[in-house]
């Protein structure tokens, strides 16, 4: 025996519909899309300073600059691990941690860069695809078939107007 109530759809059904319905009422607009947008850059620095700081890591003086702390370094861990009192100890711990960022901090922040610039560039793929997509909407369908159909009859033709072959 079978029911006379029709069967409900089913939830992925339900949100498949949803998103085809929103996809058909937002307007398109006919206006370019707008440039990318450079990321916000860390600790509110310019791109002049860090172009700055990817030409001091290249420059040929770095590495020298970089184990001349990395040698005060080893000075402040030596000092650090002699036998100091509590306070003087704490206040060496703070040093030794202020030399060791002074060492990373130019390629923490050139590497958080390049990561906003990867995630912005992500977001504009994410876009255009998501635009690509919209004028894909009847890929592998009747209607795309014969569209494909009369494009390659008007190539064919030379002429740009259909053909007048039934087929």
């Known amino acids: 025996m079978t029911s ?17 319905f929103r996809r058909i009422r937002l307007p398109r607009s006919s206006a370019a899309p707008e440039a990318p947008q450079e990321p916000e850059l860390p600790l509110g620095l310019e791109v002049q ?18 184990a001349l702390l990395e040698r005060v370094l080893c000075t402040q861990l030596e ?4 036998a100091l009192p509590h306070d003087q100890y704490l206040f060496q711990c703070g040093v030794v941690y202020a030399t060791r960022r002074l ?4 390629h923490d922040i050139l590497s958080k860069v390049n990561d906003l610039k ?16 919209q ?5 592998n369908t009747p209607w795309w078939d014969a569209y494909v159909r009369d494009s390659v009859r008007a ?9 007048a072959e039934l087929g």
């Open 155 to 163: 190539a064919s033709s030379g002429n740009g107007a259909p053909s």
């Open 49 to 66: 300073a860090v172009e700055g700081l990817r030409q001091l890591l290249q420059s040929p003086q770095y590495p020298h600059y970089s």
């Open 103 to 106: 060492i990373e901090l130019p």
């Open 4 to 20: 006379a109530t029709p069967r409900k759809s089913s939830p992925w059904a339900i949100s498949l519909l949803k998103q085809w």
């Open 135 to 139: 004028g894909a909407a009847f890929l």
């Open 79 to 82: 000092r650090l691990v002699s």
């Open 118 to 133: 990867e995630h912005a560039n992500a977001r504009s793929r994410a876009a255009a695809n998501a635009r690509d997509a």
